[in-house]
Nanobody
């Protein structure tokens, strides 16, 4: 079973930046959407940003202007550039690849923002 592998999480001070990356452990054909989600303690998982195969992006209101999602279809890899981080961004961040008939998830990477 192919899984996604996230990297780039860690501890950062408020106002700082991190860049998350996500790659599959094997081959996934015909990937349509790539996205990032997050789950904070005691809260439900929520969408952060999604990018289509054509490059169209959709961001949650709480990250607009601060986070940027991008993808490299050749690798394939999805990135999340996170700037101006604040303590409310503390969560486990998960990546997702969607093919239309299957969804693939990673194990998550912890992002902790200190005040």
């Amino acid at each position: 079973q192919v899984q996604l592998v996230e990297s780039g999480g860690g501890l950062v001070q408020a106002g700082g930046s991190l860049r998350l990356s996500c790659v599959p452990s094997g081959t996934i054909l015909r990937i349509k959407t790539m996205g990032w989600y997050r789950q904070a303690p005691g809260k439900q998982r929520e969408s952060v940003a999604v990018i289509s195969s054509g490059g169209s992006t959709n961001y949650a209101d709480f990250v607009k202007g601060r986070f940027t999602i991008s993808r490299d279809n050749a690798k394939p890899t999805v990135y999340l550039e996170m700037n101006s981080l604040n303590p409310e961004d503390t969560a486990v961040y998960y990546c997702n690849f969607g093919t239309g008939w299957n969804d693939y998830w990673g194990q998550g990477t912890q992002v902790t923002v200190s005040s």
